[in-house]
């Protein structure tokens, strides 16, 4: 390996072929099955890797912090908009 290369688990990055990250961020909406199917569908892609974005509820908001930009219709707070999006360690 070069100095401009480096692995990603069994994958060398550098010159050559690139290594494709699918990212899902949260648009699972706090599903574990839409999660898995995800995973499935952009496997059948060849994508290296899939992304997802973790959140705290307890971590990153109060009990009553508002939306700064209302966007959810079935979650009144930030709080639980981020509580619905959480997985356990054990679902991860």
């Known amino acids: 390996m070069t100095a ?7 994958h060398k990055v550098g010159k050559g072929r690139s290594f494709i990250i699918a990212e899902v961020a949260q648009a699972h909406d706090g599903s574990l099955g839409t999660a898995h199917a995800y995973i499935d569908a952009i ?16 971590e990153e908001s109060t009990l009553d912090e508002q939306f700064r930009i209302k966007f959810s219709y079935q979650d009144k707070t930030r709080y639980e908009y981020w509580k619905r999006m959480e997985f356990t360690k054990e679902q991860w």
């Not at 401009?4 to 069994?10: L, N, T, V, Y």
């Open 4 to 10: 401009d290369e480096f692995s990603i688990g069994k």
């Open 43 to 58: 496997a059948d892609t060849g994508a290296d890797a899939v992304k997802f974005q973790t959140h705290i509820a307890a």
